[in-house]
């Protein structure tokens, strides 16, 4: 990996783990595959959420935000940050739910982190400033090597770098949280928070899906590239409170495969699909198949093919008057 920022994937157990690793206790995220304020609910508590949306890479910045309203003075009593790293979003994303919430476990690091940048004006961007401090540097390296940790790996490693156009497909993550009886849109691409109205943490599933609806009308009905996930309780304490056996077992082992899934992750299979196929052709060479094997695929493949276009004109008979 670089040295600087890997991209991430929007992922339930790559986040969980993420802030895991970072020390932060009683905290999961829950993928939403709909905008449902009942199934939100079913969560409780519920920190924030974070989205994830294709960036709108020739758009202009103006000086009102898209919905919702500019708290400038905002800035000065909530955590917020400017992103001045690439491919921090993620991590900025997540760090802009939990630092909001003064009732979450934090643990030592991130909370000696949160208390060394409420000290930083925005504009400098929290993780740029964890630079100008040797005192904290190190915090710097764990915070973007847990973030590295759970990118995937990927041994094509393209050096050139050019400016992005409209053509690219780029991604980006922001936070929506309530804070101080209101409903924050936390992004870091942009000049402060985003105010959204009044919200209490209980109204919070009811009032943050007209928010994303209207985010997603902003795209084409056939941009379906999105992806929200809920920042939640561990699941287990409340079920263990109720005694829901069943629904801790579940947990146990939805984590059981998290942990499975980000290992693999972290690992480069060209190596083993290079030495499969280097083993397959070794073995049709030894019993001399070699070329009856590839005429049988090609074969195979003509076949496929030839089912294809019958298929086809298939379909053109039954439409034809």
Request: charged share 30%; net charge negative.
């Amino acid at each position: 990996m670089s040295g600087g920022w890997n991209t991430i994937e929007s992922d339930a157990g790559v986040f969980t783990y993420l802030v895991d690793n970072l020390g932060v206790k009683n905290v999961q995220f829950e993928e939403m595959i709909a905008l449902d304020a009942d199934y939100l609910k079913q969560q409780s508590p519920v920190y924030g959420v974070i989205f994830l949306f294709k960036y709108p890479v020739g758009q202009k910045r103006t000086d009102q935000a898209v919905d919702g309203q500019y708290d400038f003075a905002a800035s000065e009593n909530i955590f917020f940050a400017n992103q001045t790293i690439q491919n921090a979003c993620a991590t900025q994303a997540i760090l802009s739910v939990l630092l909001n919430h003064g009732d979450l476990d934090l643990g030592d690091q991130l909370r000696e982190f949160k208390e060394f940048t409420q000290a930083f004006p925005a504009e400098v961007g929290t993780l740029v400033a964890l630079c100008l401090c040797d005192g904290i540097n190190w915090f710097l390296e764990l915070i973007r090597g847990v973030h590295n940790s759970f990118a995937r790996s990927n041994p094509f490693i393209d050096e050139g770098t050019r400016a992005a156009t409209e053509d690219d497909d780029l991604y980006h993550f922001i936070a929506y949280t309530p804070i101080n009886g209101t409903l924050y849109e936390i992004d870091g691409l942009q000049p402060c928070p985003i105010s959204h109205g009044k919200c209490t943490e209980e109204e919070f599933p009811e009032k943050i899906i007209p928010v994303l609806q209207r985010r997603i009308e902003r795209y084409p009905a056939t941009e379906i590239r999105f992806n929200l996930l809920a920042v939640v309780q561990d699941l287990r304490i409340r079920a263990a409170e109720i005694g829901d056996v069943e629904t801790v077992a579940r947990e146990d082992e939805k984590r059981k495969m998290w942990i499975w899934e980000n290992e693999l992750r972290r690992h480069n299979f060209v190596g083993f699909a290079h030495e499969v196929l280097k083993r397959a052709v070794a073995s049709k060479l030894g019993d001399g198949k070699y070329d009856e094997w590839i005429n049988e695929a090609k074969q195979k493949a003509r076949d496929r093919t030839d089912e294809r276009r019958r298929a086809r004109g298939q379909k053109e008979d039954i439409a034809s008057p």
